[in-house]
C-alpha cells in the first residue's frame, strides 16, 4: 500500500501560522477600517492635525481639518515666517480655547478651499501679536471664508501695527457667512480694528472696541451684506484697557 508522505501534524501546524502571519503587514490590515484624522499640513512643517486633548506648539502652526472637540490650542510663532493657526477644509466642533502669541504673521486665518470651515465654535482665549514679519501684512484673524463660525469671549490684542484685529474680507471663491467674534475685546494698534469687507452677516457683537490707528471701524457697506454689528461698545483711546 502507497503511504502519503508529508510533514508531521505539529509541523504542518507551524508552517500555516507562518503562511497566516506572513501575509499581515505590520498589522496594518487590523487597523484598515478605521478612520483616518492625520492629515499633514500643506506649509510643509509635517505636523499632524490633532482632534481631542490639547496642542501646544512652537515655531510650527497648527491647522484644523474634519471634526475636532479640543479643549487649548496654544501657538507660539517666533522664528518662522507663518500664520499661527489655520480653518481649513471641513473643520467644524468645538475649540475650547485659543491662546496665540506672534511675531510674525496673522494669528487665525480662515482659508477659502472647500470644503470650507463651518459650524465652528472657538470658546474663549486670546491672540496677541508682537511684532511682524517681513510679510508687512498682518491681522489678529482674517477671514476669508467659512460658515457659521462664532468666536465667543476672545482678546484680540495686536499692538503691532497690523491691518486689523479682526479682518473679515472673502477670497474668491470663498464668501465668509455668519462669522461673528461675539462679547470679544479688540485692542488698539490695528489701522483699523474691525474690518468688514465683501461677507455674508459678518462681522461683532456685544464686543469692546478700542481705537485704531485710523478708525476703530470700517465696514465697506457695499461689499459687506448685512454685516452685524450688534450691541458693540467703542472705546475712548484713553480708556486704559486700550493702552
Known amino acids: 500500500m502507497l503511504r502519503r508522505c508529508g510533514p508531521p501534524a505539529a509541523l504542518a501546524l507551524t508552517l500555516a501560522l507562518i503562511l497566516v502571519v506572513g501575509c499581515s503587514s505590520d498589522g496594518d490590515d487590523e487597523v484598515a477600517d478605521e478612520p483616518t484624522t492625520s492629515i499633514p499640513l500643506s506649509t510643509g512643517q509635517g505636523v499632524e492635525t490633532q482632534t481631542t486633548g490639547t496642542v501646544h506648539l512652537v515655531d510650527q502652526p497648527w491647522t484644523c481639518f474634519g471634526r475636532v472637540d479640543l479643549d487649548l490650542v496654544k501657538v507660539e510663532i517666533r522664528n518662522v515666517e ?14 475650547g480655547r485659543i491662546e496665540v502669541d506672534t511675531w510674525k504673521g ?18 474663549g482665549g486670546y491672540i496677541r501679536c508682537h511684532a511682524q514679519g517681513a510679510g508687512g501684512h498682518q491681522d489678529g ?18 499692538n503691532s501695527e497690523p491691518n486689523a484685529q479682526f479682518y473679515v474680507s472673502a477670497l474668491a471663491p470663498g464668501m465668509p457667512t455668519d462669522v461673528v467674534c461675539d462679547g470679544c475685546f479688540l485692542g488698539s494698534g490695528a489701522a483699523q480694528t474691525l474690518s468688514i469687507d ?25 461689499l459687506a451684506q448685512e454685516p452685524v454689528l450688534e450691541g458693540n461698545k467703542e472705546l475712548p483711546g484713553d480708556d486704559k484697557r486700550c493702552a
Open 141 to 158: 484673524i482674517q477671514v476669508m471664508g467659512g460658515k457659521r463660525i462664532t468666536f465667543q469671549g476672545l482678546e484680540i490684542n495686536c
Open 198 to 222: 465683501e461677507s455674508v452677516r459678518s462681522g461683532a457683537r456685544n464686543t469692546l472696541i478700542c481705537p485704531g490707528r485710523f478708525r476703530a471701524l470700517r465696514i465697506d457697506e457695499s
Open 82 to 95: 507663518d500664520d499661527a493657526i489655520y480653518l481649513r477644509q471641513g473643520c467644524t466642533g468645538r475649540i
Open 106 to 123: 496673522d494669528g487665525l486665518k480662515v482659508n477659502v478651499p472647500a470644503p470650507v470651515a463651518h459650524d465652528l465654535v472657538v470658546e
